[in-house]
């Protein structure tokens, strides 16, 4: 692999050999903060060369030498810099961009030409401005980055209230989620109705649906890469909020002025607080008291260190728990149960500036995500001893060390070369329980022996301006994933290009080849924490997809809107599911010491097709976007519905969201969203019978007679798999912002309303049977009963910021 590298860059600085050539190259921050900015456009007025930030804010442009030129730097949400340098020689340029909110006289009246995307190779890749994020209508007041992304195009909504995101017909183990490199398995709060990520200490939110690039691996459907915020390096800032369910704090500052700063945000929900009193008043006088309550609450933290002009040091982590419990205490009786699960994430970066064309960053990462269940019972005799006493623990676990070097190389104005390695070490405990107690004859105490692994990558990609109206992305992946006995080593080429058609007009078309070698087994498809994560192994071989997907992308300056349709095509092979009637969490403990989760699921395939399109506006008064997606998903398992195909439950044909922003003025700010979608794909009964209990069959009565018993349970009888469809969902949220600057501060009141005209969308179906009396004859029915979960809800926050 190193020979390969070698020669990669030989071949790429040959290209460039033997010209008269001269180097920009820098780092662009952030003025006042001094946090180093990605993505901003780097090009020279009037000649075809330009180069974008790394995600450490470093840009390198190497161009023919000349007298003097004209370089700018710009990036959406910060004025435009313009420097004037001779060109004679290799020169430094480190750039400080103010803000555009920082200039009040400045009014953006166009659209900036290097801001279009139609002039990227990149395709299938949506950004959400964390300033754009924060005014959108939020569930509880609570702004949550993958309730936004659900309302893009290609991000399927699961359940009415769940941040779960499903990507072009793939599950949420399907999307790599990382936070500073770090790798997130669950990023749910309270049973998925919220995610784990704090607003105010994230920099950047990128989601890639398609096209992938070759330094992603590990995941068939997106990657959701999230960078937090640095700290200022000059002053003390901070921000937070009050809401109705939970509060927020964020500060940030330098630790030695102009050298090194601290990030530390934090969060945490007080419903256990606000429903404590509420369920004391009501049980006042019961001898018995009952004490449930759920909390939740994360940290986030981030240091980074200015090691002079070369080395940069960043080190950051994130912890967060969700914690559920009820307890019970009576006269003669104590019972207590809890539900429990947490991420913790560390990692530590450092950037180091070889020469003017080549960067490294090398990083060394944790990553812990674990899930517990308990369960404790005690009954007390009347003398005060223990008459019987019961306990359960049930715990799952995974755990990751990695590390990873990625290279950025610029040899020539038309190559921009990544490349690199990483290698994660997994630690997977899929089930660790024990039951004992007078309740139970042999107590089991049972831990599943700990399964160890291996995946590693290496990758190389070259953005390649191959004409002027051709731009390319050609990379290559070799993933390798080692278990027990087997090494699993996989090819994963990868292609995107954009050719110009007109101005600002372009045909774009990507491929790309993804293995998966961890999986997660559920059996709600609510993305719950109970859901059980595994890996790879002897028997259960990775998961494999290839897409395909072409495109246009529009880019209009007046007014300034970006416009993208996209068609995608996607199979999936050797995904997992559940057998029928399995499940891995065996509370009971019945077959326990026998009990394998490789025996009870079942691999089967899947393929995904549709077409997207998307109109954006990301600044000025008024800003938002129009999202809407045609979409057919299918799953086939030999196992599984008689081995017919049929569709997963979150197939949807049709998804349109709808979001607008308008600012009124600096002081007053509206905002709205309005989704539908066609109702997910459920498996319902299709007759109920009575059941016969064997107890009563030919029962011989006192007088001589007998009797045929038929007061059994009622049976349900199913058709094939997921065909009944619910009824489609749609829902309208508003919210209203009063902004105020004061001499110190600045403040903001928000008062939001979800659901605003009270749509009853469907959470579940069930069948209930209802009986009705004519005369003297009773009458029983089955009737498809819908249940709905949220009705309006006002929500009102305070947010300040210093």
Do not use: C
């Not at 009501?282 to 002009?309: C, H, I, R, T």
């Not at 199979?571 to 010491?593: H, P």
């Amino acid at each position: 692999m190193r020979s390969t590298f070698a020669f990669i860059f030989l071949l790429i600085s040959f290209l460039s050999f033997g010209q008269e050539r001269i180097t920009i190259s820098g780092f662009v921050k952030e003025q006042g903060s001094q946090e180093q900015l990605p993505g901003v456009n780097v090009y020279v007025a009037g000649t075809p060369y330009g180069a974008v930030t790394n995600t450490y804010g470093f840009y390198s442009l190497t161009l023919p030498a000349t007298d003097t030129a004209t370089v700018s730097f710009s990036f959406v949400g910060y004025e435009k810099t313009d420097r004037k340098v001779n060109l004679n020689k290799n020169i430094e340029i480190n750039i400080f961009l103010p803000t555009i909110n920082q200039l009040e006289e400045v009014v953006v009246s166009a659209r900036r030409q290097e801001d279009y995307v139609s002039r990227s190779a990149q395709m299938s890749q949506v950004e959400v401005p964390i300033s754009q994020l924060k005014k959108i209508p939020a569930f509880f007041g609570e702004k949550d980055v993958l309730r936004v992304l659900q309302l893009m195009p290609g991000v399927q909504k699961g359940t009415e209230g769940q941040t779960g995101l499903y990507v072009r017909g793939g599950g949420p183990d399907q999307n790599l989620i990382i936070l500073d490199d770090a790798v997130v398995y669950n990023a749910n709060h309270l049973f998925g109705f919220f995610s784990i990520f704090n607003s105010d200490a994230l920099r950047s939110v990128e989601l890639t649906k398609g096209g992938f690039p070759a330094r992603y691996g590990g995941r068939l459907s997106s990657v959701l890469e999230m960078n937090m915020k640095e700290g200022s390096k000059e002053k003390l800032h901070g921000e937070g909020g009050i809401g109705l369910i939970s509060s927020r704090l964020t500060l940030e500052g330098p630790i030695k002025k102009e050298k090194s700063s601290f990030l530390i945000s934090g969060r945490r929900t007080y419903i256990d607080a606000i429903a404590a009193p509420l369920i004391k008043q009501q049980q006042k006088g019961d001898e018995s008291q009952v004490k449930p309550g759920y909390y939740f609450y994360d940290l986030n933290a981030k240091m980074n260190f200015d090691l002079g002009s070369k080395n940069k040091l960043y080190m950051s982590g994130y912890f967060g728990r969700d914690k559920f419990y009820a307890n019970e205490t009576g006269p003669l009786s104590v019972t207590k149960a809890g539900l429990d699960w947490g991420n913790a994430t560390a990692t530590m970066r450092w950037n180091h500036l070889i020469n003017q064309k080549l960067f490294v960053n090398s990083s060394f990462i944790f990553s812990n995500f674990n899930f517990g269940v308990s369960s404790y019972a005690r009954d007390i005799n009347g003398d005060g001893t223990v008459e019987d006493e019961f306990s359960l623990r049930y715990d799952s676990k995974i755990r990751d060390f990695a590390i990873k070097t990625d290279f950025d190389f610029y040899p020539s104005p038309k190559h921009a070369v990544k490349f690199g390695a990483q290698a994660t070490f997994h630690k997977f405990v899929p089930s660790a329980f024990a039951i004992a107690g007078s309740f139970v004859d042999d107590p089991i105490q049972r831990a599943v022996e700990p399964v160890h692994a291996t995946e590693a990558g290496a990758y190389v990609e070259d953005t390649w301006q191959a004409l002027d109206i051709l731009k390319m992305n050609i990379g290559f992946r070799m993933s390798l994933f080692q278990t027990q006995t087997k090494n699993y080593i996989r090819p994963e080429p990868r292609f995107s290009a954009a050719l110009s058609l007109a101005r600002d007009f372009s045909f774009k078309a990507s491929y790309a080849q993804m293995n998966q070698y961890v999986h997660l087994l559920s059996n709600t498809g609510l993305g719950l924490p109970t859901d059980l994560w595994v890996p790879t192994t002897d028997r259960v071989a990775p998961q494999q997809s290839r897409q395909v997907a072409i495109g246009f992308a529009k880019d209009l300056e007046r007014p300034a809107l970006t416009l993208t349709l996209e068609g995608y095509y996607k199979n999936m092979n050797n995904i997992l599911n559940y057998k029928e009637g399995s499940s891995f969490l065996s509370i009971n403990g019945e077959n326990a010491n026998e009990l394998s989760w490789e025996d009870n699921v079942t691999a089967g395939k899947g393929w995904s097709y549709g077409a997207e399109f998307l109109v954006q506006k990301k600044t000025g008064k008024f800003s938002g976007w129009i999202g809407y997606t045609l979409s057919w998903t299918y799953w086939k398992f030999p196992e599984l519905n008689f081995g017919r195909t049929f569709f997963p439950r979150y197939d949807r044909r049709h998804d349109l969201s709808v979001v607008g922003i308008y600012e009124i003025n600096k002081k007053i700010t509206l905002s709205a969203t309005w989704v539908y979608g066609t109702g997910n794909a459920l498996t319902l009964p299709v007759s109920t019978y009575q059941g016969v209990n064997d107890n009563f069959i030919n029962r011989v009565y006192p007088n001589g007679k007998t009797a045929i018993g038929w007061n059994g349970p009622r049976v349900s009888e199913y058709g094939e798999k997921n065909s009944f469809r619910a009824e489609a969902f749609h829902r309208m949220d508003v919210a209203i912002q009063f902004h105020k600057k004061k001499k110190r501060h600045e403040r903001t009141w928000e008062f939001g309303v979800y659901n605003a005209y009270n749509r009853r969308n469907p959470f579940f179906y069930d069948i209930v049977e209802e009986t009705t009396t004519e005369g003297t004859t009773v009458k029983t029915k089955n009737t498809l009963k819908r249940y709905s979960l949220f009705p309006v809800l006002p929500s009102f926050s305070y947010n300040f910021k210093f």
